[in-house]
């Protein structure tokens, strides 16, 4: 009714919080969760220690794969080879690619997610490519407003996803069996 997205988790039981795996969602989900029944304070006296670090660099691989595709999904979309799945989809889906342009460099770089307004600064010094910063910072007003923001050129952020993507992977910031998930996605472009 308010147009708000919610994602609920499965309840998790303290033995459950104690061994969750070392990720960006459950990091995101640590730093950014509300309690809706029970305890407030739940998952911060039982979630690892780990979890409050930055999640490994080879996440920034697992989001951008995320992330592509739905990009890519949108991309059809847009061309009107597929139906929307809803009448937002494929701006929504550009904005997530582009966001994940940016939190993915962080990722890579073992830097934790700085302050809102310290972002850009830091992507910069960090010695991310302005039009990526740039991409980041219109998704992320995207993200806290979302009217009055379309996707500029489909075929460059594919581009540039892309690019970054295979940049990834060739500094190894993967896993072996993600490294072949994401050889076989990139061969069937």
């Not at 039981?13 to 407030?40: F, I, K, Y």
């Not at 799945?85 to 994940?100: C, E, I, M, S």
Request: proline content about 7%.
């Amino acid at each position: 009714r308010l147009g708000i997205d919610v994602d609920f988790s499965r309840p998790l039981t303290p033995a459950a919080v104690q061994v969750l795996p070392h990720s960006l969602m459950w990091h995101d989900l640590l730093l950014g969760h509300r309690v809706l029944s029970g305890s407030p304070d739940f998952l911060n006296c039982n979630a690892p220690a780990y979890l409050k670090e930055p999640p490994p660099r080879g996440e920034a691989v697992r989001l951008l794969l995320n992330r592509g595709v739905g990009l890519l999904w949108a991309d059809k979309v847009r061309r009107g080879m597929e139906p929307a799945p809803d009448r937002d989809f494929v701006r929504r889906n550009y904005f997530k690619a582009a966001l994940a342009l940016g939190r993915s460099a962080f990722l890579a770089s073992g830097v934790a997610l700085p302050e809102r307004e310290e972002r850009s600064a830091t992507l910069k010094t960090l010695g991310v490519d302005q039009e990526i910063v740039t991409l980041y910072e219109k998704s992320l007003e995207f993200k806290l407003c979302p009217d009055g923001h379309e996707p500029e050129s489909f075929d460059r952020l594919l581009s540039i996803w892309e690019k970054q993507f295979q940049c990834y992977l060739a500094q190894g910031l993967t896993d072996p069996e993600l490294s072949l998930s994401s050889k076989n996605f990139l061969r069937n472009l």
